[in-house]
C-alpha cells in the first residue's frame, strides 16, 4: 500500500500538499526516529503556501475589509468617528481597542495581507524558479498510445515515414514549437508565455505592495484651508493637518508656497439641477523654493497642481465671512475672515465660530450660521442658493472665558461656552454692514462682508508611479496567462497495414482558459495533413471527459488540479 | 442646459426597450415549451460516444477516460477537453463540427432577434441621453443602471453567437428587466450635468471599464446559477427522483458546459474589473490626490475582486471546483451588488454620485 | 462531482486553518512594536486643525550647529526686521498665534522671560502665523509682550528653516546663539523655568 502511494504520487501528478505531504513527512520522520521541529517548520511551511490557504486568506482578507467600509475610519472622516462615539457611548471604546476605526491600519489586518503575500511569494519565487528550468528542458517524449489524448487524429499517407515524420515537424518548426525529435516521432510544446503571464500577475502583486510601503513610509499627506488673499508655505505650521509617514521629518517638505488669489465658483442657474456647481476655479501663484520665481496656475478639481513632484489638489470651497470686533475698550481686537463650514450642499448653508479671545474685560465668542442666499421658510432661515446673491450672517453671541489660555489645543471650528454665559442678544440675520453691540459695553461686532475659501490636499508619494507601474504589469501577465494556452503536440508514424504510412497526432493542452484548443488542433491537423500529402484515416477528434471535480487519478480532495487558466502546481512539481 | 426633445426619446427609447426584451422573453419561453430539441442543445456530462470513420491506431473507447488510471506517461495530464457551446451534442464532436452559428427554431430566433432589436433600442436610448447632456451618459444611478443592464445583454448576445449559449436569453433578460423597471420607475433622475468631481476624462475610461465587466459579471452569475440548479438536477435524475424530460432545466446544456461558461465570462471579467479598478485607482489620485484612501466604494471593489480572485483559485484546487467555485463566484456577485446599491445608497463617501436622496 | 469528504481532508482543512492563525498571532505580535522614533517626534495633526505638537526640546552642541537662514520681514507694527541685525545676540525665535491655545499658556512665561535678560545679551522676537494683524496685536496688550513680532502670515520666515531645524508646530521656539547660528529648537509650549534654563545653557556656552 505504502509503495502504490508513494509511486502515485510521483507519477500522477499529485503533489505533496495536505495530507500527502503531511504523510510523507511523517513517514520519513517516523523511520528516521525524530519529528523534529524542522519537519513541522517545512509541514507549516507547505501549508502557508498552499492554494487552500491562499484561498482561506483571500476570503479572510475580504471579510475583513468590510468592517473598514461600515464603521467610520478615522483617517477619513473623523467626525463621522467623533459622532459614532456619541452615538453608541458603550461600544465605541470597545472597537476602539480593536481598531475598529482604523481598521486599514489594524496589525490584524497588516497581519492577513502579511501572510497572504508570504505564502503568494513562498509560492511564486519557487515556481519560476521552475519555469526557467523546465524552459531549458526538451519538451518529453510522444506516449505511446496517442488515442488516449483529449484531441487525436490520424492521416494516412503514401509518402514514407522519415519523409511524413520531416514535413510533421516542419509544420511544427514553421509555427516555433519548441521540437524533440526520436525514432519515429516528435515532440512539441508552445506556450511558457502563460506560466510567464501568471508569475508576473503575482510577482506584481509583490511590487505593489512594495510601492505601497514606499508611500507609506516615505510620504506624506497634508490639508490646508486657504482664504482669497491668504498665502501658506509647506511647513508643520502652516498646515492644518499634517499626516507625515514613518520616515518622514519635517526637513523633508518640499518648500513650496501657495498664495489663494481668488476662488469662483460657478453654479446651475435653472433648471432640475439648479445649485449644483458646474465648475470651481482656484487661481493661485506659487513658487517653489524659497524665493523662486512666482508662477500662476488655475487650480480646478480633476487639475491639480504639481510642484516639485508634490501635488496639491483642489478637494473643498466655503465661505468665510468677515468681521470687525471692537471691544469693551474700544480697541478694535479682531479683523479677518473666518471660514465657516458648508453643512449642507443645496445652499452651502455653512456654520462657524467666531473666537476672540483678547477682548477685554471678557472675552467673546460668537458662534452660527452664514447664508449664501438667505431665505425664510416657514421662520426658519435657510439659504436656497450656493452662490452669494443674498448674504446674511446670524450669530449668537457669548463673552466669558473660551478655554484658551489654559493651553489646551481647541478646534478652531469650535467653541467651548462651558465657562461663557450667552448675550440676550437677538440672532437675528445681519446683512453686510450690519452690526450686533452687546450689553454691559463687552463690545460690537460687526459683519463686513464675506470671502472664500478653498481647501487644498497636498501629497507626496514616491510609490505613486512605482505602484502604477507594478499594476499594470500586474494586469499585462493577467492578460497573457489568460491568453496564452500551454500545449503539447505529438507525431507518431508508422507503417500502415495496407502499405504507406500512418501518421498519428496528438494534442494535448493545460491551460486552456480562453478556449480555442480545438480549432487550433484541428488547424494543425489540416496543415499536417496537407504536408504530408494524405488522406484522414480517421477525422479529428476530441474526448469530452466529465468533468468529475476534476481530479486525476489518485488525486485527493485539496490537491491542486489543472486548470485551464488555473494554477499548474502539479505540472509545476513534477519538475517539467 | 440639456436637450429636452433628445432627454424624451430617451426615456421613451428606454422603455420601448423594455417592452422588447419581455416579449423576447416570451418568446424564448415558448422556445423551451414548444421548440424542437433535436441536437442541439444537450450535451450531458456523461461518456462520450466516439466517432466511427476508421479507429485510431491504438485507440481506446472514450469509455475509458473515466476514472482510468493512466499508464507511466508523464504527458498523459490533462482531463479537460474544450465545450465551446451546446452545438456540439453529446456525439463526441468533430473538431471541425460543422455548427451554423445562429439558432435553431423559430421561437429561438424570434426571441434572438428580438433580443437585438431591445438591445438597439437600449443603446439608442443611451446614446441620446448622452447627447441630450453633451456628456458621457453615465453620470448617475439611473444612466449607470441602463448602462450596465446593456452590457449584459450586449454579453449575452456575444455570448449566445460565440459560444451557441442562445439558451441563456431567458434568463439574463429575466433581471435586466427587473432592474431596468425598478431603475426607470424609482430611480429615474432627469438629464443633467455632471458635478466638477465628475468632469473629467476619466469617466469615459474608469466607469466604462466598470460597466463593461459588470456586464459579464452579471451574465456570469446567471451561468452560474443556472449551472447550480443543473448539477443538482443532474443528481436527481442519476438518483432515478426526477423523469428525464421534465421541464426547462432538462433542455439546458449539462452542467459541465454552463460550468465551463461561467468559468469562461469571469476570465474576460476580471481582468476588465482589474482594469477599471486600476482606472479608477489613478484617476483618484488625480482627482483626490491619493490612489487608494479606502473610501467604502473602493473598499468594497477591493472585496469583489478579492473574492473572485478566490474564484479563480478555487477552480484550481481540487475538492473546491463546481459547486464551491458557484458559490464563491455567487457570493463574489454579492459584494458587486452590495458595492453598486449598497455603498451608494447607505454608506456616503467620496463616491456618493448617485444623484438620490 | 464527487463529493468525498472525508474526515481526514477536513482535518488537513482545519489544521492549515490552525496554522494560518498562529502565524497570523506571531505576525501580530511583530507589527503591533511600533516603531519609527523619527515618526514619533514628527507631530501629527489630532482633529484639531492645527498641528500641534508634544513636547519635545533639543539642544545642539556648539560645534554642530546649523546657521540660522537670512530671514527678514515685517514686524506687526510695519518696522523693517532682519535676523542678521541680532548678531551678537542670542535671539529666542518663538513661532505664534493669537488663535493657539498653547501659544496663550506659554505667552506670560515669555513676557516676563523677554524683561528677565538685558535685550543687549538675549532678545526675543516673535513670528505670527497664520493669522490677522489686529488679533496679534491684541494678543500682545494682552500679554504685554513687548518684544517685536514679525508679520508673518504667508509662513515665509518658518520655510526658511526647512532645511535646517524647522519649526514643527505651533507653537515652537527656536534659540540661536550669538553666531547667528542654531542652538536649540522647542516644540510645544515653553515653561518659564525650561526656558530660562535652556537661554542660560546658550549663553554660557562658547558662541
Same mark, same amino acid.
Given at each position: 500500500?505504502?509503495?502504490?502511494?508513494?509511486?502515485?504520487?510521483?507519477?500522477?501528478?499529485?503533489?505533496?500538499?495536505?495530507?500527502?505531504?503531511?504523510?510523507?513527512?511523517?513517514?520519513?520522520?517516523?523511520?528516521?526516529?525524530?519529528?523534529?521541529?524542522?519537519?513541522?517548520?517545512?509541514?507549516?511551511?507547505?501549508?502557508?503556501?498552499?492554494?487552500?490557504?491562499?484561498?482561506?486568506?483571500?476570503?479572510?482578507?475580504?471579510?475583513?475589509?468590510?468592517?473598514?467600509?461600515?464603521?467610520?475610519?478615522?483617517?477619513?472622516?473623523?467626525?463621522?468617528?467623533?459622532?459614532?462615539?456619541?452615538?453608541?457611548?458603550?461600544?465605541?471604546?470597545?472597537?476602539?481597542?480593536?481598531?475598529?476605526?482604523?481598521?486599514?491600519?489594524?496589525?490584524?489586518?497588516?497581519?492577513?495581507?502579511?501572510?497572504?503575500?508570504?505564502?503568494?511569494?513562498?509560492?511564486?519565487?519557487?515556481?519560476?524558479?521552475?519555469?526557467?528550468?523546465?524552459?531549458?528542458?526538451?519538451?518529453?517524449?510522444?506516449?505511446?498510445?496517442?488515442?488516449?489524448?483529449?484531441?487525436?487524429?490520424?492521416?494516412?499517407?503514401?509518402?514514407?515515414?522519415?519523409?511524413?515524420?520531416?514535413?510533421?515537424?516542419?509544420?511544427?518548426?514553421?509555427?516555433?514549437?519548441?521540437?524533440?525529435?526520436?525514432?519515429?516521432?516528435?515532440?512539441?510544446?508552445?506556450?511558457?508565455?502563460?506560466?510567464?503571464?501568471?508569475?508576473?500577475?503575482?510577482?506584481?502583486?509583490?511590487?505593489?505592495?512594495?510601492?505601497?510601503?514606499?508611500?507609506?513610509?516615505?510620504?506624506?499627506?497634508?490639508?490646508?484651508?486657504?482664504?482669497?488673499?491668504?498665502?501658506?508655505?509647506?511647513?508643520?505650521?502652516?498646515?492644518?493637518?499634517?499626516?507625515?509617514?514613518?520616515?518622514?521629518?519635517?526637513?523633508?517638505?518640499?518648500?513650496?508656497?501657495?498664495?489663494?488669489?481668488?476662488?469662483?465658483?460657478?453654479?446651475?442657474?435653472?433648471?432640475?439641477?439648479?445649485?449644483?456647481?458646474?465648475?470651481?476655479?482656484?487661481?493661485?501663484?506659487?513658487?517653489?523654493?524659497?524665493?523662486?520665481?512666482?508662477?500662476?496656475?488655475?487650480?480646478?478639481?480633476?487639475?491639480?497642481?504639481?510642484?516639485?513632484? $508634490?501635488?496639491?489638489?483642489?478637494?473643498?470651497?466655503?465661505?468665510?465671512?468677515?468681521?470687525? $470686533?471692537?471691544?469693551?475698550?474700544?480697541?478694535? $481686537?479682531?479683523?479677518?475672515?473666518?471660514?465657516?463650514?458648508?453643512?449642507?450642499?443645496?445652499?452651502?448653508?455653512?456654520?462657524?465660530?467666531?473666537?476672540?479671545?483678547?477682548?477685554?474685560?471678557?472675552q467673546l465668542g460668537f458662534a452660527g450660521v452664514f447664508l449664501p442666499t438667505a431665505v425664510d421658510v416657514g421662520g426658519r432661515l435657510a439659504s436656497a442658493f450656493p452662490a452669494a446673491v443674498f448674504p446674511r450672517v446670524s450669530l449668537v453671541s457669548y463673552a466669558g472665558d473660551l478655554g484658551l489660555n489654559s493651553g489646551q489645543p481647541q478646534s478652531v471650528y469650535d467653541l467651548d461656552t462651558r465657562h461663557m454665559h450667552r448675550m440676550p442678544v437677538s440672532p437675528a440675520p445681519l446683512a453686510p454692514g450690519q452690526s450686533i453691540t452687546l450689553p454691559h459695553g463687552l463690545g460690537k461686532l460687526t459683519f463686513v462682508g464675506y470671502r472664500q475659501w478653498a481647501s487644498l490636499a497636498i501629497t507626496y508619494d514616491p510609490g505613486q508611479l512605482p505602484a502604477l507601474i507594478s499594476a499594470l504589469a500586474a494586469l499585462a501577465g493577467l492578460i497573457l496567462s489568460f491568453l496564452v494556452r500551454r500545449r503539447r503536440m505529438f507525431v507518431r508514424v508508422g507503417a500502415a497495414p495496407d502499405g504507406g504510412t500512418v501518421v498519428e497526432l496528438g494534442g494535448l493542452t493545460r491551460s486552456d482558459a480562453a478556449g480555442g484548443f480545438e480549432a487550433e488542433f484541428a488547424e494543425l491537423a489540416g496543415e499536417i495533413r496537407k504536408a504530408v500529402g494524405g488522406s484522414a484515416a480517421a477525422e479529428a477528434r476530441r474526448q469530452p471527459a466529465s468533468l468529475v471535480a476534476g481530479t486525476a487519478a489518485g488525486a485527493r480532495p485539496g490537491d491542486p488540479v489543472e486548470e485551464p487558466g488555473g494554477e499548474d502546481v502539479a505540472m509545476a512539481r513534477k519538475g517539467e | 442646459m440639456p436637450n429636452t426633445g433628445l432627454a424624451q426619446l430617451s426615456n421613451v427609447a428606454l422603455v420601448t426597450a423594455i417592452v422588447i426584451y419581455a416579449v423576447a422573453m416570451v418568446c424564448y419561453a415558448f422556445d423551451f415549451a414548444f421548440g424542437r430539441r433535436g441536437t442541439a442543445g444537450v450535451v450531458a456530462a456523461t461518456a462520450p460516444e466516439q466517432v466511427a470513420a476508421g479507429a485510431l491506431v491504438g485507440a481506446a473507447s472514450g469509455a475509458d477516460l473515466a476514472g482510468h488510471s493512466f499508464p507511466a506517461d508523464p504527458a498523459d495530464l490533462s482531463q479537460l477537453a474544450d465545450l465551446s457551446g451546446a452545438g456540439t451534442a453529446g456525439s463526441g464532436g468533430t473538431s471541425q463540427a460543422v455548427q451554423s452559428p445562429w439558432p435553431t427554431g423559430t421561437w429561438l430566433r424570434g426571441a434572438f432577434v428580438l433580443t437585438c432589436l431591445g438591445l438597439a433600442v437600449q443603446v439608442v436610448a443611451i446614446t441620446t441621453r448622452g447627447l441630450a447632456e453633451h456628456r458621457i451618459p453615465w453620470g448617475n444611478m439611473y444612466e449607470f443602471i441602463a448602462a450596465i443592464t446593456c452590457a449584459a445583454v450586449l454579453v449575452l448576445v456575444a455570448a449566445a453567437v460565440r459560444f451557441r449559449a442562445y439558451f441563456m436569453g431567458l434568463f439574463v433578460l429575466l433581471p435586466v428587466v427587473v432592474a431596468l423597471a425598478v431603475d426607470v420607475v424609482v430611480i429615474y433622475t432627469p438629464a443633467g450635468q455632471l458635478v466638477p468631481a465628475l468632469q473629467s476624462y476619466w469617466i469615459a475610461i474608469h466607469v466604462t471599464a466598470m460597466i463593461i465587466a459588470i456586464g459579464m459579471y452579471i451574465f456570469g452569475a446567471v451561468v452560474t446559477v443556472l449551472y447550480l440548479l443543473t448539477a443538482g438536477y443532474e443528481q436527481k435524475v442519476a438518483a432515478g427522483e426526477v423523469s428525464k424530460a421534465a421541464g426547462i432545466l432538462a433542455q439546458l446544456p449539462g452542467s459541465a458546459t454552463l460550468d465551463r461558461l461561467a468559468y469562461r465570462s469571469i476570465l474576460f471579467a476580471f481582468p476588465a474589473w482589474t482594469f477599471a479598478v486600476i482606472a479608477g485607482a489613478i484617476w483618484a489620485d488625480h482627482a483626490w490626490g491619493r490612489y487608494w484612501g479606502w473610501d467604502p466604494k473602493e473598499t468594497w471593489s477591493f472585496i469583489t475582486w478579492l473574492v473572485y480572485a478566490a474564484f479563480l483559485h478555487a477552480r484550481a484546487t481540487a475538492g473546491w471546483r463546481g459547486r464551491r467555485a458557484a458559490l464563491i463566484q455567487l457570493f463574489g456577485f454579492a459584494c458587486l451588488m452590495f458595492n453598486l446599491v449598497g455603498v451608494n445608497l447607505w454608506v456616503t463617501g467620496l463616491h456618493s454620485y448617485a444623484g438620490i436622496g | 462531482m464527487t463529493r468525498v469528504k472525508s474526515s481526514a481532508s477536513r482535518t488537513a482543512w482545519l489544521a492549515s486553518a490552525g496554522r494560518a492563525a498562529l502565524l497570523a498571532a506571531a505576525v501580530l505580535g511583530v507589527t503591533s512594536c511600533s516603531g519609527g522614533a523619527i515618526g514619533q517626534d514628527t507631530p501629527v495633526s489630532d482633529g484639531q486643525s492645527f498641528v500641534s505638537g508634544s513636547y519635545s526640546s533639543t539642544f545642539y552642541a556648539a560645534g554642530s550647529r546649523p546657521a540660522a537662514p537670512e530671514v527678514g520681514g515685517e514686524t506687526l507694527t510695519g518696522q523693517h526686521f532682519s535676523l542678521a541685525g541680532y548678531r551678537g545676540r542670542v535671539v529666542v525665535l518663538n513661532f505664534w498665534g493669537s488663535w493657539c491655545a498653547p501659544c496663550r499658556s506659554e505667552a506670560p512665561a515669555l513676557a516676563a522671560l523677554s524683561q528677565h535678560f538685558g535685550s543687549d545679551q538675549v532678545s526675543f522676537v516673535g513670528d505670527d502665523v497664520h493669522d490677522s494683524v489686529i488679533a496679534a496685536q491684541a494678543f500682545e496688550r494682552t500679554f504685554g509682550i513687548s518684544y517685536p513680532s514679525v508679520n508673518d502670515q504667508g509662513e515665509q520666515v518658518a520655510l526658511a528653516f526647512h532645511s535646517t531645524v524647522p519649526p514643527d508646530a505651533i507653537p515652537s521656539t527656536l534659540l540661536i546663539d550669538r553666531s547667528g547660528r542654531i542652538a536649540a529648537r522647542v516644540v510645544g509650549e515653553v515653561s518659564y523655568s525650561g526656558l530660562r534654563a535652556l537661554i542660560a545653557q546658550v549663553l554660557a556656552g562658547k558662541s
Open positions: 500500500m505504502t509503495a502504490s502511494v508513494q509511486s502515485q504520487g510521483s507519477q500522477g501528478g499529485v503533489p505533496d500538499e495536505g495530507q500527502g505531504g503531511g504523510t510523507r513527512d511523517a513517514r520519513s520522520a517516523a523511520a528516521s526516529g525524530k519529528f523534529g521541529v524542522i519537519a513541522w517548520l517545512r509541514w507549516g511551511w507547505r501549508q502557508l503556501t498552499s492554494m487552500r490557504t491562499a484561498l482561506v486568506l483571500l476570503f479572510l482578507l475580504a471579510l475583513a475589509s468590510i468592517p473598514g467600509s461600515v464603521l467610520p475610519q478615522q483617517g477619513i472622516d473623523p467626525a463621522a468617528v467623533s459622532r459614532y462615539y456619541a452615538q453608541h457611548p458603550a461600544l465605541a471604546p470597545v472597537l476602539a481597542k480593536f481598531s475598529g476605526f482604523d481598521v486599514f491600519g489594524a496589525p490584524w489586518f497588516a497581519a492577513i495581507y502579511l501572510l497572504l503575500f508570504t505564502s503568494l511569494a513562498g509560492c511564486v519565487l519557487p515556481r519560476a524558479l521552475r519555469l526557467a528550468k523546465s524552459a531549458r528542458q526538451a519538451p518529453p517524449a510522444t506516449p505511446r498510445h496517442l488515442g488516449r489524448l483529449p484531441y487525436s487524429a490520424a492521416v494516412r499517407t503514401t509518402a514514407g515515414p522519415g519523409q511524413a515524420l520531416e514535413s510533421a515537424a516542419g509544420v511544427f518548426a514553421r509555427r516555433r514549437f519548441r521540437l524533440r525529435t526520436g525514432d519515429g516521432w516528435v515532440s512539441a510544446e508552445k506556450g511558457y508565455l502563460h506560466e510567464v503571464g501568471n508569475l508576473l500577475f503575482h510577482v506584481a502583486l509583490l511590487g505593489l505592495l512594495a510601492s505601497v510601503a514606499l508611500g507609506g513610509l516615505f510620504g506624506y499627506k497634508a490639508n490646508r484651508l486657504l482664504v482669497e488673499g491668504d498665502s501658506f508655505a509647506n511647513t508643520p505650521t502652516a498646515l492644518d493637518v499634517f499626516r507625515p509617514g514613518r520616515l518622514v521629518a519635517a526637513t523633508d517638505l518640499q518648500p513650496f508656497s501657495v498664495t489663494l488669489r481668488r476662488f469662483t465658483a460657478s453654479y446651475v442657474q435653472s433648471g432640475p439641477e439648479r445649485g449644483q456647481p458646474s465648475w470651481f476655479s482656484a487661481a493661485l501663484r506659487y513658487t517653489a523654493q524659497v524665493g523662486g520665481p512666482a508662477r500662476s496656475y488655475d487650480l480646478r478639481v480633476n487639475h491639480p497642481l504639481n510642484v516639485d513632484g $508634490v501635488q496639491v489638489f483642489l478637494i473643498g470651497h466655503g465661505y468665510a465671512p468677515v468681521f470687525k $470686533v471692537t471691544d469693551g475698550t474700544g480697541h478694535l $481686537v479682531f479683523d479677518q475672515a473666518v471660514p465657516f463650514i458648508p453643512v449642507e450642499q443645496s445652499g452651502l448653508t455653512s456654520a462657524g465660530v467666531v473666537k476672540v479671545p483678547d477682548a477685554s474685560p471678557q | - | -
